[in-house]
C-alpha cells in the first residue's frame, strides 16, 4: 500500500487533476506510483499519453471483475496506488473503497458540487456497513481561488466544519498550470514563459502531497494499532 | 492593495514559499523511498459477503459495467436539435446515462417502448397531455 482513491459522483470535480498532482508530486521523488483509471472518462488515461515522459504508471480498467486482481499487481508494482474511481456511482465502488486507505472527495465550494461530496459521503457510509468498518475519507477542497473566499464557498465550508466532515487543509488552488498539465505534461516541464503560477501550482501540489502522507501514514499506524 | 507608483506593482513575483518547505520536501522524500508493499487477496470480508450471498443464490454485485462505445450510425443522418424544459431535458439526460448510450440511442430505446412504428405511428395507444 498506501492506495488512495478519489470519489464523487460529480463531473469534473477535479479528481483527475488532484490525482495527477500528487502522483506527479510523489514521481518528482522518483516515488514508484501507480494510477490505475476506472473511470469510462479515460481522463487520466488520456493525460498520460501524452505525458509520455512522466514515470507515472496508468492502468485502465472499467470491469468490477478485475479490480482486486488489478490492485494487487499494481501494489505489489508500485508504493503509491492511487484510483481515479468514475464520476457516477457503479459496481467498482464497493470494492475500490474496500482497498482504499483513504478515500479523497474532491469538492468544488459550489452547491451543486456540495450536494453530489453530500451523496458521495452517503454512498461511502453505506460502503462502511457493507463492509462493517470504517473507511477513512477526507473532503480535498478544489479549484478554489487562494487567499479569496466568497460567500457561498464560506456557507458551505462552514456546514463541512460544522457537521465535522474531515477535510484537508491545503486546497487543490484554482491555476492555470493545473489546467495546462492536463493537456498532458508534467507541472516541471511547463514552460514559465507560456504559463503563470507553475512554481505555485508546485508549491501547492507539494504541500498537498505531504499533507496526504502524513494523513496515510497515521490511518497506517492506527490500523496497525488496531490489528496488534 | 500593493501600489503600482513606479510600476513595481506588475512586476511578476516568485511564489513565497512556507517557510516549512524544507520539511515538506523532506517528508515527500522520506515517502517516495517507500517500497511496495503488496496487498493480499479479496479481503476477508469481501469474501464473507460473497459467501453469504451465494449461499441465499444472490449476487452483491451487478454485473461488470459495459462502457458505451460511440456507435456508428448505419446509413445516412440527420440533425435533430430542440429545446426543452429543464424537468423533461434532466428526465431524458439522465435516462441516456442510466442505459449508458448517446441520445439518438436513447430516443431509438422509448420509441421502440413506446411500439412506434417505421411510419412514426404508435402501435398502442399513447396518451398526450
Known amino acids: 500500500m498506501p ?21 506527479d508530486a510523489l514521481a518528482r521523488r522518483e516515488a514508484t506510483v501507480s494510477v490505475i483509471d476506472t473511470d469510462p472518462q479515460r481522463t487520466i488515461a488520456h493525460w498520460r499519453e501524452k505525458a509520455v515522459s512522466s514515470p507515472i504508471r496508468v492502468v485502465e480498467e472499467t470491469n468490477s471483475a478485475n479490480i482486486h486482481r488489478l490492485i494487487r499487481e499494481e501494489s505489489s508494482r508500485s508504493a503509491w496506488v492511487f484510483i481515479d474511481m468514475a464520476g457516477f456511482t ?24 456540495a450536494r453530489l461530496a453530500a451523496a458521495a459521503f452517503a454512498y461511502i457510509a453505506t460502503d462502511e456497513e457493507t463492509l462493517g468498518r470504517p473507511i477513512e475519507r477526507r473532503v480535498l477542497w478544489a479549484r478554489t481561488t487562494p487567499n479569496f473566499v ?28 493545473y489546467k495546462a498539465m ?6 516541471a516541464e511547463l514552460d514559465p514563459a507560456e504559463y503563470n503560477g507553475i512554481d505555485k ?3 501547492n501540489s507539494d ?22 | 492593495m500593493t501600489s503600482n507608483t513606479f510600476g513595481f506593482g506588475g512586476v511578476k513575483k516568485p511564489a ?22 503488496p496487498v493480499e487477496g479479496d479481503p476477508e470480508e469481501d469474501r464473507s459477503l460473497r459467501r453469504a450471498a451465494e449461499s441465499r443464490g444472490d449476487t452483491i454485485r451487478q454485473s461488470p459495467l459495459e462502457v458505451a462505445k460511440k456507435v456508428q450510425p448505419k446509413g445516412p443522418t440527420k440533425q435533430l436539435s430542440t429545446r426543452m424544459s429543464i424537468q423533461p431535458y434532466n428526465r431524458f439526460v ?36
Not at chain 1, 182 to 187: D, F, I, K, N, S
Open chain 1, 182 to 187: 492536463m493537456v498532458g505534461t508534467t507541472l
Open chain 2, 94 to 129: 439522465l435516462l441516456s446515462q442510466h442505459l449508458r448510450c448517446p441520445y439518438d440511442r436513447a430516443i431509438e430505446v422509448l420509441m421502440d417502448a413506446a411500439g412506434v412504428d417505421e411510419d412514426g405511428i404508435p402501435t398502442k395507444p399513447l396518451r398526450v397531455d
Open chain 1, 90 to 113: 457503479s459496481d467498482m465502488r464497493t470494492p475500490i473503497i474496500s482497498r482504499a486507505d483513504l478515500v479523497i472527495i474532491p469538492m468544488q465550494p459550489s452547491p451543486e458540487d
Open chain 1, 150 to 177: 466568497t460567500r457561498v464557498e464560506r456557507k458551505i465550508r462552514d456546514e463541512v466544519e460544522e457537521n465535522n466532515i474531515p477535510a484537508f487543509t491545503t486546497h487543490l488552488h484554482e491555476r492555470s498550470a
Open chain 1, 201 to 203: 501550482a508546485i508549491i
Open chain 2, 16 to 37: 513565497s514559499k512556507p517557510a516549512d518547505m524544507d520539511d515538506i520536501n523532506k517528508r515527500i522524500e522520506e515517502a517516495a523511498k517507500l517500497a511496495p508493499q
Open chain 1, 207 to 228: 504541500l498537498l502531497a505531504a499533507e496526504l502522507i502524513e494523513n496515510v501514514m497515521e490511518i497506517q499506524n492506527r490500523k496497525k494499532e488496531n490489528a496488534a
Open chain 1, 3 to 23: 492506495i488512495i482513491a478519489a470519489f464523487n459522483s460529480k463531473g469534473g470535480s477535479a479528481k483527475s487533476t488532484a490525482l495527477i498532482a500528487l502522483a
